[in-house]
């Protein structure tokens, strides 16, 4: 029965979908972006499809399967593999898939619906290159979110300087901007604003996105963003810094991080205020802290949590 349901609910989305924008010129015409930011994932995923149908595709996913053989126009082919996609086709399937993944990122990552994040093709269009000069931005746009609270709307930018870019796809930038602005009746008000640097001994440093929080942590109507960056050394993450800082109630509190593969080189220190935020936005800090160990980004000393408990300022090995 769920299939079923399931399977009306795809179609249901599909044509409403469709009645907007359809893939039925995607091989001779590029996808017009403007039109894909009211659709949603699955939408998306009808239409990125919606090629590989009209190319005769042979769907292992029975949804698809069964969506497409009811237009005349479906013709499966024999083999899969026979299929011959031209460069707008191929160029129109990244687009897609990169608003798809963009959508789900930002799904995977919304713990509220007061915040999202920006595509590319919506940042360029905000944030032209006159709209740069003026606030200030002059680093590559990485990632900007949107969020809404009580006190009004928010772009959180997060801004990185490359230096080099080699041939296996990682970057190295020298240093790092974040600027958060308050829009309010088309005037930008900087509510607070991230600025560092790699160091001389570090190949690196940049945002961890993964591990950023925009959320209203103790219900009172207002966002508090946690913003998170670190390094790498010559050692990668085992000799990087991490920096985590929370903005609440107009104060910056942070933590400071120093890894290191010798016990003497892991500390560190803790802004005094942070012991004094609800518990619950403590809890959320220590839970990434927790995450980043686990997933090999962090280093922190043996017996940090019972020493974050005694709401110690400093702490070392």
């Known amino acids: 029965m769920k ?11 599909s044509v409403n979908a469709q009645d907007k ?27 990125k499809n919606e090629i590989y149908a009209r190319k005769g595709y042979i769907f292992s996913n029975a949804e698809y399967a069964d969506f497409f053989k009811k237009y005349s126009w479906y013709k499966p082919v024999n083999d899969n593999s026979s299929i011959v996609y031209s460069d707008i086709e191929m160029k129109n399937i990244a687009i897609l898939t990169q608003r798809i993944s963009e959508m789900s990122e930002s799904q995977a990552n919304e713990n509220n619906s ?34 809404k609270d009580k006190t009004g709307e928010y772009y959180l930018v997060l801004t990185e300087n490359k230096y080099k870019e080699p041939a296996d796809g990682n970057i190295f930038n020298n240093s790092i901007k974040a600027f958060n602005f308050r829009v309010e009746n088309n005037s930008w008000i900087k509510t607070f604003e991230i600025n560092d640097s790699k160091e001389s001994r570090e190949d690196s440093i940049w945002f961890w996105t993964r ?24 050692n990668g993450y085992d000799d990087g810094r991490i920096k985590i800082l929370l903005y609440y109630k107009g ?58 408990q005694k709401k110690m300022t400093f702490i070392q090995e």
Not at 211 to 234: A, H, M, W
Not at 289 to 306: C, F
Request: contains cysteine.
């Open 3 to 13: 299939f079923y349901l399931y399977i009306i609910l795809l179609i249901t989305v």
């Open 114 to 147: 007061k915040y999202r994040i920006i595509s590319k093709e919506k940042t360029e269009q905000i944030f032209t290159k006159e709209k740069k000069k003026e606030l200030g931005i002059n680093f590559d746009i990485w990632k900007v979110y949107s969020y």
């Open 251 to 308: 104060k910056k509190i942070g933590i400071r991080i120093q890894n290191g593969i010798l016990d003497n080189e892991r500390n560190f220190s803790v802004d005094a205020d942070f012991y004094t935020v609800p518990k619950k936005i403590q809890d959320k800090i220590i839970d990434q802290m927790n995450s980043m160990v686990e997933n090999q980004h962090s280093i922190l000393p043996y017996g940090w949590q019972k020493k974050v």
């Open 211 to 234: 591990y950023i929080y925009l959320e209203d942590f103790d219900n009172d109507g207002i966002i508090e963003p946690i913003v998170i960056y670190g390094t790498s050394g010559y």
């Open 21 to 47: 924008i359809n893939c039925s010129k995607c091989s001779s015409v590029l996808i017009d972006e403007s039109k894909l930011e009211n659709e949603d994932v699955n939408s998306l995923k009808l239409l």
